[in-house]
């Protein structure tokens, strides 16, 4: 006997929800089609969720839980917008209302113990009898998630060690993989125990899968632009796998539920109101610009000074999508504004290696160039700005106004984005202090609560 098991998949949706009641829809139609002793799994490989979204923002997440939950999910695991953007206690509460189990096997609190909404493995049985392993992994930023609290652990180890215990156990195994297409390589090749590698983190999507060695990979891209479906042909007499198919179903092409747009409108407008609080009086409007200096830009430039105590600050322009009104700015407000999950951070330097920063930093094309991920959400990267850190005509530079000595120790409050090596390459090894859970919205709220408290005295 011979039976088709049917895997539906997503990844990387980023809180994307234009087209998420097309998926639900799709999903929902696609389970009244199966019979009741059907062998299907509903599965999220992470990164649904992204803090840029206000519905996301306004419930922390949970919203998305919810979303999960109403289209019958069964298991999902985290990807770093899950894992790093929400602090340890918001984590910790995410899933608390989930209808489905989380699965990450790499991942622990800083003693080692796991947490209770993480299964390390699962063994799910079909209706049929079918034993499908399912491990999942998460990538590694090893440095952001034990400031929050947890350990991630190396990743293709970890997976070996789990997947030699279950294979003897299950009749399928499967790896979701929050690790990028190269990772998801060497699972192919190093853990030839797998029989499927669902892949996401790097936004990569397969047509029709790709087979490397023992193992059938599929992903879907990002942004909900397309659900995976993969069929495992089973044959129940010999317990093995007969042939694996995956195919990209485009959410395009899929018919748009009537009430698409209402639904929408509806979960903006509950992240509106869970972030309706006033956060502080502004007494003049501070208007962005994007390839220059402005009120706005001298703002948050003390806001970051004051926050970290750094000597001097360097940041973008195109952080800033909205103007700051005069008058209360409320959380949704600061949200409009920087939208970005990205963290404050200060980085130690020499005056020789500011000085270098300050060149490199003088890329005519960067201004307007067009920056994906990073943390980023904006369009163009903007003007690099900078504050108490000044180049006269002449050549000198002054940090809080006094003359830079290229051997003296100086720190830089930036933003995270630029430690990562693509725009600044000497600053991904320059040492370095990341601040979290706070993102950059939050130091413009808590300087803005300063100013108010200093105005009023």
């Known amino acids: ?98 209808n489905f189990e989380v699965i990450v096997s790499n991942f622990t609190d800083l003693e080692g113990n796991i947490p209770t909404w993480v299964l390390p493995y699962k063994i799910h049985v079909t209706p049929t009898g079918i034993k499908i392993g399912i491990v999942a992994a998460t990538a590694d930023y090893g440095i952001y998630y034990e400031k929050l609290g947890w350990h991630v652990q190396d990743p293709i180890p970890r997976l070996k060690e789990v997947c030699t215990i279950l294979r003897p156990q299950v009749d399928v195994l499967i790896c979701m993989s929050h690790l990028g297409m190269s990772q998801d390589e060497i699972i192919s090749l190093e853990i030839p125990q797998v029989d499927l590698v669902l892949g996401s983190h790097t936004h990569h ?86 390839f220059m200096e402005s009120d706005l830009s001298h703002f948050f430039g003390k806001a970051l000074l004051s926050f970290t105590n750094a000597n001097c600050a360097m940041f973008p322009a195109g952080i800033f999508l909205k103007d700051l009104h005069q008058g209360s700015i409320t959380a949704s407000d600061l949200h409009q504004c920087l939208p970005h999950p990205i963290n404050p951070c200060v980085i130690t330097l020499t005056g020789a290696e500011l000085l270098e920063v300050i060149r490199t930093g003088k890329n005519e094309k960067w201004p307007k160039l067009e920056v994906k991920g990073l943390g980023f959400r904006g369009n163009y990267l903007g003007a690099i700005l900078y504050e ?16 830079l000595e290229i051997e003296k120790i100086y720190t830089l409050a930036t933003l995270d984005m630029f430690t990562f090596g693509y725009f600044f390459p000497s600053l991904k090894f320059a040492p370095k202090q990341y601040f979290m859970p706070e993102m950059i919205r939050d130091i413009v709220k808590w300087y803005g609560q300063q100013e108010k408290n200093e105005y009023k005295s």
Do not use: C
């Not at 097309?22 to 803090?51: C, M, P, V, W």
């Not at 047509?207 to 089973?234: C, P, R």
């Not at 007499?237 to 209402?262: F, G, H, M, Y």
């Not at 108490?388 to 003359?403: A, C, K, M, Y």
């Open 1 to 98: 006997m011979r039976e088709t098991i049917y895997i539906y998949h997503t990844n990387d949706l980023h809180s994307h929800l234009e087209n998420w009641p097309i998926i639900h829809q799709f999903l929902n139609d696609r389970r009244k089609n199966h019979s009741s002793e059907a062998s299907y799994l509903t599965l999220d490989i992470g990164d649904h969720l992204d803090r840029s979204n206000i519905f996301t923002e306004g419930t922390l997440g949970k919203g998305n839980v919810q979303l999960l939950n109403d289209a019958q999910y069964d298991y999902v695991t985290i990807g770093n917008n899950e894992g790093i953007t929400l602090s340890h206690n918001d984590l910790e509460a995410l899933y608390i209302d989930a």
């Open 388 to 403: 108490q850190l000044q180049e006269l005509e002449d050549g000198t530079v002054l940090v809080n106004e006094i003359p």
């Open 205 to 290: 999507a397969f047509e029709e899968g790709k087979v490397i060695g023992n193992s059938l990979q599929a992903a879907t891209g990002k942004f909900g632009m397309n659900v995976g479906l993969v069929t495992l042909e089973f044959d129940h007499v010999k317990r093995v796998i007969q042939s694996k198919k995956a195919v990209l179903i485009r959410t395009e092409t899929l018919p748009v539920p009537s009430n698409a747009n209402d639904t929408q409108l509806a979960w903006e407008n509950e992240g509106i109101a869970e972030m309706s609080s006033i956060a502080f009086y502004n007494p003049s409007r501070l208007k962005k610009e994007w």
